[in-house]
C-alpha cells in the first residue's frame, strides 16, 4: 500500500485525483492519491507532518517554487528551472524534481513550426519557469510579462527571456497563461479580445472552463487543452514515483 497526495491551493479543480486513481485500477495496484488544500501560511508546519505519512506529492499553484527550501535536494531539472511540481521520498528523505517541463515540452509540440514562432508567457511563477525551461531547450527564447515586473526580471537571472509590459507587448503567435487567473471562477484574463484574436495558439495550463479557454473558442483561436500538459506531466512523475510504466489511456480517460 502506498499513498500519493498533491499539495495545493485551490485544489478544487484538480483533474490529478482522478488521472492517478485511474491509472492504479488500470494497473491493479492498491494505491491511493488525493488532494490535499494546503493553507499557505502554513506550508512549513502542514508539510514536516504530511512528508511523514506518504510516498510521494505532485505539487501545484502556488506551492512550486516556495516547496523548495523545504526539501531535503532537488534534481538537477529543479536547479536550473527552480521550480518543483515532483516530491519522491526515500528512507525518509525528499527530492524535489520537475516533469512540468517535459508536459509543456509535449504540449508544445503540436504545434507546426513550433521554432519559428514568438511565444507570450504571462505569470512569473514556477509553472512560467517550467514553460521558459522547455522553450529555452528548444532554442526558443519567449516573452514573459507578468503582474509584478520585478519577480519577472528574476527569471533573468536562471533563464532565457524577454520581459515585456501588459500595456504593451509585441505580437506573439503562440500565448501561454502560466499565471493561476482561472482558477477562481469570476476570474478575468487580462488580456484584450484584439490581442487574443491575433494569437495562432492560445495554451492556457489552468485547463477547463476558464475565462481565457472561452474566450479563446469564442473568437475561433485555435488551443493546446492544458489538459495535454496535466497527461504528460502525469505520465513522468506517476513513473518516478511509482516506478511503474504509466498507462496512458487510463489517465487520459481520467481527465477527460
Ligand atoms: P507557482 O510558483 O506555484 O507557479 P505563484 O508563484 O503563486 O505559483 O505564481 C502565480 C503567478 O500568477 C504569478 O506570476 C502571479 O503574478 P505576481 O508575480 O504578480 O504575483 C500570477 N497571478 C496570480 N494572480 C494574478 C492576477 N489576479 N493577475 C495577474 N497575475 C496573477
Redesign the pocket.
Known amino acids: 500500500m502506498k499513498k500519493f497526495a498533491l499539495l495545493a491551493h485551490p485544489t478544487t479543480h484538480s483533474l490529478s485525483p482522478t488521472m492517478w486513481q485511474s491509472a492504479f485500477k488500470e494497473l491493479d495496484l492498491p494505491y491511493t492519491y488525493e488532494a490535499i488544500d494546503v493553507d499557505p501560511v502554513k506550508l512549513q508546519e502542514t508539510f514536516s507532518i504530511l512528508k511523514n505519512k506518504y510516498n510521494g506529492f505532485s ?8 516547496i523548495i527550501p523545504l526539501l531535503d535536494s532537488i534534481s538537477k531539472e529543479v536547479q536550473e528551472i527552480g ?1 518543483v511540481n515532483t516530491i519522491k521520498i526515500e528512507k525518509g528523505r525528499t527530492t524535489g524534481e520537475n516533469t512540468d517541463w517535459i508536459g509543456v515540452t509535449k504540449a508544445l509540440g503540436k504545434i507546426d513550426d513550433l521554432l519559428s514562432k514568438k511565444v507570450l508567457i ?8 517550467s514553460a521558459i525551461y522547455a522553450l529555452n531547450t528548444l532554442g526558443i527564447i519567449p516573452y514573459v510579462t ?3 515586473k520585478e ?2 526580471k528574476l527569471l533573468e537571472k536562471q533563464l532565457k527571456v524577454q520581459i515585456v509590459p501588459i500595456y504593451d507587448l509585441p505580437e506573439a503567435h503562440v500565448l501561454i497563461n ?4 482561472g482558477l477562481e471562477k469570476g ?1 478575468k484574463f ?1 488580456i484584450s479580445d484584439d490581442y487574443l484574436s491575433n494569437c495562432s495558439y492560445i495554451f492556457d495550463m489552468v485547463y477547463g472552463d476558464t475565462n481565457l479557454n472561452r474566450r479563446a473558442k469564442k473568437l475561433g483561436v485555435k488551443r493546446i487543452d492544458g489538459r495535454e500538459m496535466l497527461v504528460y506531466q502525469g505520465i513522468a512523475q506517476f513513473e518516478l514515483l511509482t516506478g511503474h510504466k504509466a498507462p496512458e489511456e487510463a489517465m487520459r480517460k481520467g481527465v477527460a
Open positions: 505539487v501545484s499553484i502556488p506551492f512550486k517554487e516556495a521550480a504571462c505569470g512569473a511563477g514556477g509553472a512560467s519557469k507578468n503582474r509584478t519577480k519577472a502560466a499565471t493561476s487567473i476570474d487580462p
